[in-house]
C-alpha cells in the first residue's frame, strides 16, 4: 500500500526524540553535585527526584495513548516536548528547595516524557506490523541511549557552570530536539500493511486475531501478567541504574570522573538491549526472551553482591542494562501481539504504569537500603530472588483469544460415535 509517507522518516525522528527523553537515565550523575551543594540532602532525597519523573512517566504514557487517539501523533508529541523542556529548565531555579526540583523535573519533566515516549512506540507498531519486534526495539532505542551523550555532557557542564545552570541549558536543548522531531509523526490508513507482505505461521500463532479496546484488555489476566513482567524487569535494572555512578565508587572506589563513563556505557547497553532483544523475540518468541532475561538477571546480581573489581562491576552492570534495555523493547511488540495494534497507544500507554510502579519500588530500595547500611549488598540479594521467582510468569502466559479458544474448543468425539 503505498501512502505517500517514507516510515524510515519517522523511525529517525523517533530515535532522535527518544534520545533527549532518554537523558533522565544520566540522572545518577547528578546525585552527588546535588547533595555537595545541599549537604542537609541524603541520597534517598535526591533520589526521590528521579523516581518522581518515572513514576509520572508512566502516568504521561497513559493519558498520552488516549490523547493520540483523538489529536494524532503530532499533537502530543509535540506537547511532551514543552512540558519535557520546561520541566528541566525550571529544575535550574530550584536552589535549596528540595520541594521545587520533586515538582519541576520530576513531575513536569517526567510528564514530559511520558507523553513523549509512547507516541514512536503506538505510532511505528502500525506501520511495520512486518517487523513489529524489531522497530519497537529501534523506536525505543534511543531512549536507553540518551545518558550516553548526556552523561559526560552533563558532568562537563557541572564542572563549568554548576549543576543549577546545567539543568536550565538541557532544558532548552531537550525542548528543541523533541518538538522538532514531533513535526515528522502521523498515522498510517487505517489497515496499512507493506506491500506483498503477508503474516508467516510462527507470526499468526503468537498473535491475536483481533484488536481489543483497553476496557476488553483490561478483563484479560494476561494484561496483568505482561504488566507485572513489565513491572519487574523495570525494577531491577533502574535499581541499578538510579545509584550507578555513586554505587560504583562505593563498591569499587573509583572517582566520580570514571563512574560517569560506567553511566554512558551503561545507556549504550540499554540502548542495545532495547534493540537486541527485540530483535531476538522475532525469531524465539517474546515469552523466551523474557525468561532468558530474567534468568541471567537472578545470576548477575548474586554475582555483583562478590565483586570488589571495577572491571567485573562494569561487565555485570552492562549485562543487567541490557537486559533493562530488552524489556523496553520487547514489551511493545508483546502487547501488540496480544492484544493488536490498533489500540495499543491506549492498551501499552496504560501498561507503561508498571514502569513507573517499578521505577519507585527499584530506585527507593536501593537508596534506602544503603542510608541504613552504607552499601549495596542486601538490596542486590532480595532483587536477585525476585528475578528467580519472575521467570513463572512468563513461562505461562499465552495470547487470550487463542487461549480461550482452546478452552473453548470440545473434546474430539471417539472414533465410532
Do not use: H
Not at 499533537?75 to 515538582?103: E, H, K, Q, R
Not at 503506538?122 to 545518558?147: E, H, M, Y
Not at 552504607?374 to 525476585?386: C, L, P
Amino acid at each position: 500500500m503505498n501512502t505517500g509517507t517514507n516510515r524510515w522518516a519517522i523511525v529517525i525522528a523517533a530515535i532522535f526524540m527518544q534520545l533527549a527523553l532518554g537523558a533522565v537515565y544520566a540522572w545518577s550523575v547528578f546525585v552527588i553535585p546535588l547533595r555537595n551543594v545541599n549537604q542537609n540532602w541524603n541520597v534517598t532525597d535526591v533520589t526521590l527526584t528521579f523516581t518522581l519523573a518515572i513514576f509520572f512517566l508512566g502516568i504521561g504514557s497513559t493519558i498520552g495513548g488516549f490523547w493520540m487517539d483523538k489529536k494524532g501523533p503530532r499533537v502530543v508529541a509535540t506537547a511532551a516536548g514543552i512540558c519535557y523542556g520546561l520541566g528541566v529548565f525550571l529544575s535550574g531555579f530550584a536552589g535549596p528547595n528540595l520541594t521545587w526540583l520533586w515538582i519541576s523535573y520530576g513531575f513536569l519533566g517526567g510528564l514530559g516524557m511520558g507523553l513523549g515516549y509512547i507516541v514512536p512506540v503506538a505510532t511505528l507498531v502500525k506501520w511495520f506490523p512486518d517487523r513489529r519486534g524489531l522497530i519497537t526495539g529501534l523506536a525505543v532505542g534511543g531512549f536507553g541511549a540518551g545518558a550516553l551523550i548526556t552523561a559526560p555532557a552533563a558532568t562537563a557542564l557541572i564542572g563549568s557552570v554548576g549543576v543549577y545552570q546545567t539543568f536550565s541549558i538541557l532544558g532548552i536543548i531537550y525542548f528543541i530536539f523533541v518538538v522538532v522531531a514531533a513535526q515528522f509523526y502521523k498515522n498510517p490508513p487505517a489497515g496499512y500493511k507493506p506491500a506483498g507482505w503477508e503474516p508467516t505461521a510462527a507470526q499468526v500463532s503468537q498473535r491475536a486475531t483481533r484488536d481489543y479496546t483497553l476496557g476488553e484488555a483490561l478483563q484479560t489476566w494476561q494484561w496483568y501478567a505482561l504488566w507485572a513482567i513489565l513491572c519487574l524487569n523495570v525494577s531491577a535494572g533502574i535499581m541499578l541504574i538510579s545509584q550507578a555512578s555513586p554505587m560504583a565508587q562505593n563498591i569499587t572506589g573509583v572517582s566520580a570522573s570514571v563512574a560517569a563513563g560506567l553511566v554512558s556505557s551503561i545507556a549504550i547497553f540499554n540502548g542495545g538491549g532495547r534493540v537486541f532483544w527485540a530483535w531476538l523475540s522475532d525469531i524465539i518468541t517474546r515469552r523466551k526472551v523474557f525468561i532468558t532475561m530474567f534468568l541471567l538477571q537472578f545470576v548477575l546480581f548474586l554475582v555483583m553482591t562478590q565483586t570488589r573489581s571495577f572491571a567485573v562491576f562494569t561487565v555485570l552492570a552492562l549485562i543487567v542494562a541490557l537486559c533493562y534495555g530488552g524489556g523496553f523493547g520487547t514489551m511493545p511488540s508483546f502487547c501488540a501481539d496480544y492484544f493488536g495494534p490498533k489500540y495499543t497507544g491506549f492498551v501499552y500507554g496504560t501498561m507503561i504504569t508498571a514502569w513507573g510502579v517499578g521505577g519507585i519500588l527499584g530506585p527507593i530500595l536501593i537508596a534506602r537500603i544503603k542510608d541504613l547500611t552504607g552499601g549495596y549488598t542486601q538490596a542486590m540479594y532480595i532483587i536477585a530472588g525476585v528475578m528467580l521467582v519472575s521467570t513463572i510468569l512468563p513461562l505461562i502466559v499465552r495470547p487470550p483469544d487463542r487461549a480461550a479458544a482452546r478452552q473453548a474448543a470440545p473434546t474430539a468425539a471417539p472414533a465410532g460415535a
